[in-house]
């Protein structure tokens, strides 16, 4: 049986999704339920990783058990008691033996938050509290230049030989004071939306001109670009499949 879950979790406490050895991970704690549940070592394959301080609205994993065969009610029933409380599961359904969460994701909408108005001590963990006027004409219109196909080595700090994305859109929503960049592409580097807020943010306050983003994007190198956002204001919002 090939179990799909989704779950979202407060990424605070964690040092990111992937599984490493001396620190918790999201993915460290959940194989851990598993484990306790089928007394056996339980793989987990996630949609894609986030890393330390980043959220997660929509999360998927995937992980095959054939000896205990549980429902999806019943096995909801048991991980619920055991999550900590800041990851709740959302949904668990069977699909297919040759279903991967991370490989038949068709893409991902990211959506980073972003506070232009009087610093908010209590919302510190869930957005950027950047506390300055934002140009959103300027960057809207700056944010169709990541739009398409590209080569976002400039901004990433990605170790893969092929670094080619396609980035689908850039949505700019504003409400009061907090403005929310939802980005969607078929797969993005690591970093990649972090720098790419950050760079937007820096031609907001001059530090960047218009050419130099141009430029980044023309002649991709490994880099190149100097800013990155903070962690804390980034969420994984939506898989599609």
Known sequence: MNYLVNISYDGSNYHGWAKQQNNITIQKVIENILESIYKKEIKIIGSGRTDSGVHAINQYFNFKEDVIKLTPEQLSSI?????????????????????????NAKNKTYVYVVNAGNYLLYKDKYLWNYNKHINLELIKQTANLFVGVHDFLSFSKSKLSNTLRKINFIKIAKHGNIIKFFINGNGFLHNMVRMIIATLIALNEEKITIEDIKNLLVHPKKGKCIFIAPPNGLYLYKVTY
């Open 79 to 103: 991980i619920i008691n055991k999550l900590p409380s800041d990851i709740v599961l959302k949904k668990i359904k069977i699909v297919n033996d040759n279903f991967s969460a991370r490989f």
